[in-house]
T-cell receptor, first 113, second 117 residues
Framework: DQQVKQNSPSLSVQEGRISILNCDYTNSMFDYFLWYKKYPAEGPTFLISISSIKDKNEDGRFTVFLNKSAKHLSLHIVPSQPGDSAVYFCAAKSNFGNEKLTFGTGTRLTIIP | GAVVSQHPSWVICKSGTSVKIECRSLDFQATTMFWYRQFPKQSLMLMATSNEGSKATYEQGVEKDKFLINHASLTLSTLTVTSAHPEDSSFYIC?????????????FGPGTRLTVL
């Protein structure tokens, strides 16, 4: 049972434009959400997170939006840069799971120069 | 700072043999380490959580006698895949936490690709 879903396995965006990566979840107990970025042959690196008490969190070029009623979150990257090309995973946790993270399947983002 | 290494980065073994994978936190002490497995085009699935000096907590469906986890020190955890079978072929990745309570302090290793022939 995939509790965190990223329905787009891949996405291509022109350099300078906005990249929007989407993530849906089914477990209403999730209260904290994270985005990780992963390059080949490297471990995931933390990018940005959001608590369920907020609907938006911004950090430089990265903004995460959370729509709790729709159980949907999205990551916006603007402007997109070639170095943003990577696989992006969203992850979620609940208060009852301690530090346990439930990951989505990932979206491969390719920025076209 | 906050670098996590894994060794080996890839390994090929024969069916029936055991393979040990090491996870080290290089510049911090990790109170908790996590082991994940990722099959192609699937998400990272948590296998177990280990705390230094205590037994690992395994997720449902993960055989603790097959996947032996030892967290002997605050900088080292090992995962041993015993009597490996081809279906154990996967990408194994560890993460380490400083234990500050914030989820985003979980640092990931680069992963180990295991292929069982």
């Amino acid at each position: 049972d995939q509790q965190v879903k990223q329905n787009s396995p891949s996405l291509s965006v022109q350099e300078g434009r906005i990249s929007i990566l989407n993530c849906d979840y089914t477990n209403s107990m999730f209260d904290y959400f994270l985005w990780y970025k992963k390059y080949p042959a490297e471990g995931p690196t933390f990018l940005i997170s959001i608590s369920s008490i907020k609907d938006k969190n911004e950090d430089g070029r990265f903004t995460v939006f959370l729509n709790k009623s729709a159980k949907h979150l999205s990551l916006h990257i603007v402007p997109s840069q070639p170095g943003d090309s990577a696989v992006y995973f969203c992850a979620a946790k609940s208060n009852f799971g301690n530090e346990k993270l439930t990951f989505g399947t990932g979206t491969r983002l390719t920025i076209i120069p | 700072g906050a670098v996590v290494s894994q060794h080996p980065s890839w390994v090929i073994c024969k069916s029936g043999t055991s393979v040990k994978i090491e996870c080290r936190s290089l510049d911090f002490q990790a109170t908790t380490m996590f082991w994940y497995r990722q099959f192609p085009k699937q998400s990272l699935m948590l296998m177990a959580t280990s705390n230094e000096g205590s037994k690992a907590t395994y997720e449902q469906g993960v055989e603790k006698d097959k996947f032996l986890i030892n967290h002997a020190s605050l900088t080292l955890s090992t995962l041993t895949v015993t009597s490996a079978h081809p279906e154990d072929s996967s990408f194994y990745i560890c993460s380490a936490s400083r234990g500050s309570g914030a989820v985003d302090t979980q640092y990931f290793g680069p992963g180990t690709r295991l292929t069982v022939l």
